[in-house]
């Protein structure tokens, strides 16, 4: 035998100035948090509201040998700290940036 859930009712009318409003006490027993995603599924007379998961990514192989690499690197103390980053980028900036000899016309 299936047990079954007890379900609490709460009927509401549904008001033109306020649209629809789905109560706390609903969203918290239905595990609705600030943040989630809703997905609205609509037939004749009938909403059906579910969560839905945040897509996950799952990297590459490419990728993850990529990250097991830079990982070594920091490890062996092989990296370039955000201040030194931007200083060779100004450095080279800098560079390319030097102004020529104007001609004057008169």
């Known amino acids: 035998m299936r ?10 009318t549904v008001k033109e100035e306020s649209g ?26 009938t909403i059906t509201i579910t969560t ?4 996950t990514y799952k990297p590459t192989k490419a990728e ?3 990250i097991r690499k830079g990982e070594a690197e920091i490890t062996r103390g092989e990296y370039v700290t955000l201040v030194g980053l931007l200083h060779d980028l100004d450095r080279h900036h800098r560079r390319s940036g ?3 000899a104007r001609k004057v016309s008169r």
């Open 20 to 45: 629809l409003f789905v109560p706390p006490s609903v969203q918290r027993q239905a595990g609705i948090k600030s943040g989630d995603r809703l997905k609205f599924k609509v037939s004749p007379r």
């Open 3 to 12: 047990a079954v859930e007890a379900l609490h009712v709460m009927q509401i």
């Open 98 to 100: 030097t102004k020529a």
């Open 64 to 66: 993850l040998a990529a």
């Open 52 to 55: 839905v998961e945040p897509p």
